[in-house]
């Protein structure tokens, strides 16, 4: 069956400027998960959704990002106001059950370039 | 708090040689194990997991066991194959983590015909 996906795959864009990050998990998974991997570091945790809600967000690192899963299933990340601190590779996963026990699914990543 | 620590990269090896890569963890409470695989090109894949202490996660040869004693998950395999080439995470997550993983910063793993 399909598995996560990420679009886009790569995104170039100004300081300063506004962008969003899109995710379409496994079909049926409640369970969303947003990370950002750094060059040469392992993935950081930003925010978990179960269902439609935030359930957790204390990896955002500032107000400038926001999440949304308005439906349950898609989820966007956005980005404010970017800085080139931003650019790294955002990955999403999805889990059929909430938890972190179980196995997450991961996408192939957006890579975000901030010039 | 919860933490990952991993050997740090690269490691190249030749083809058939016996792999170790060491992984020890902080944690409150009593965590689960993972080691994910990342291939070139390819997204974070699932390689084997421990949810208690003393359980051997095994996965395509790699295996790895749940120390608590010494806190450790080391992802061994006895003969690499050039397939093997990827990064690899060790992972920690549980109920006492709440809803996050914890990763370590990877290792890479270049294996040489």
């Given amino acids: 069956g399909a598995g996560v996906s990420q679009t886009p795959s790569n995104k170039v864009t100004e300081k300063g400027k506004y962008v969003e990050l899109r995710c379409d998990p496994i079909s049926g998974h409640t369970a969303l998960y947003w990370y950002r991997q750094s060059l040469g570091q392992g993935p950081e945790f930003l925010i978990y959704f179960q269902g439609t809600g935030a359930a957790d967000d204390s990896g955002l690192p500032n107000d400038r990002f926001f999440a949304v899963r308005p439906e349950g299933s898609v989820s966007t990340l956005k980005i404010q106001r970017t800085e080139r601190g931003d650019s790294a590779v955002y990955l999403c996963a999805s889990s059929s059950t909430p938890g972190s026990i179980y196995e997450q699914y991961f996408g192939p990543g957006t890579r975000l370039t901030v010039t | ?113």
């Fill in chain 2, 1 to 113: 708090g919860n933490s990952v620590t991993q050997m740090e990269g690269p490691v190249t090896l030749s083809e058939e040689a016996f792999l170790t890569i060491n992984c020890t963890y902080t944690a409150t409470g009593y965590p689960s194990l993972f080691w994910y695989v990342q291939y070139p090109g390819e997204g974070l894949q699932l390689l084997l997991k421990a949810t208690k202490a003393d359980d051997k996660g095994s996965n395509k040869g790699f295996e790895a066991t749940y120390r608590k004693e010494t806190t450790s998950f080391h992802l061994e395999k006895g003969s690499v194959q050039v397939s093997d080439s990827a990064v690899y995470f060790c992972a920690l997550g549980g109920p006492n983590t709440g809803n996050q993983f914890y990763f370590g910063t990877g290792t890479s793993l270049t294996v040489i015909p």
